[in-house]
């Protein structure tokens, strides 16, 4: 599967953005979505993850409250709605998927098999 970001940029503190994960293929229903980001200097972090039974959805401690993972299987697309944005949150960010994750390793980045090219988000103070 191929997965494409977009909905990144440039907002204030208090902002709002909504990231989009569009992925190709049919089986996009089949895969467990998450997103994850990256700030300069840091290393790669879990941010959210929803699952593709039930749509249970999970989120790391600093976003928990703010953002919000979703998908749409109709239109193959994941989304990551982020409210009350700080500047801690500046960051490029990935969406990924894998097929089947088992609960225990969906904040490893390393247990997702597919991911996207990443979108620049900014938070300005």
């Known amino acids: 599967v191929q997965l494409v970001e977009s909905g990144g940029g440039l907002v204030q503190t208090g902002g709002s953005l909504r990231l989009s994960c569009a992925a190709s293929?049919?089986?996009?229903?089949?895969?467990?979505m998450g997103w994850f980001r990256q700030a300069p200097g840091k290393e790669r972090e879990f941010v959210a993850a929803v699952l593709r039974i039930g749509g249970s959805t999970y989120y790391a401690d600093s976003v928990k409250g703010r953002f919000t993972i979703s998908r749409d299987n109709a239109k193959n697309t994941a989304y990551l709605q982020m409210n009350s944005l700080k500047p801690e949150d500046t960051a490029i960010y990935y969406c990924?998927?894998?097929?089947?994750?088992?609960?225990?390793?969906?904040?490893?980045?390393?247990?997702?098999?597919?991911w996207g090219q990443g979108t620049q988000v900014t938070v300005s103070s």
């Open positions: 990924a998927a894998s097929f089947q994750l088992p609960g225990y390793r969906l904040r490893n980045g390393d247990a997702y098999r597919y």
């Open positions: 293929g049919r089986t996009f229903s089949s895969y467990d």
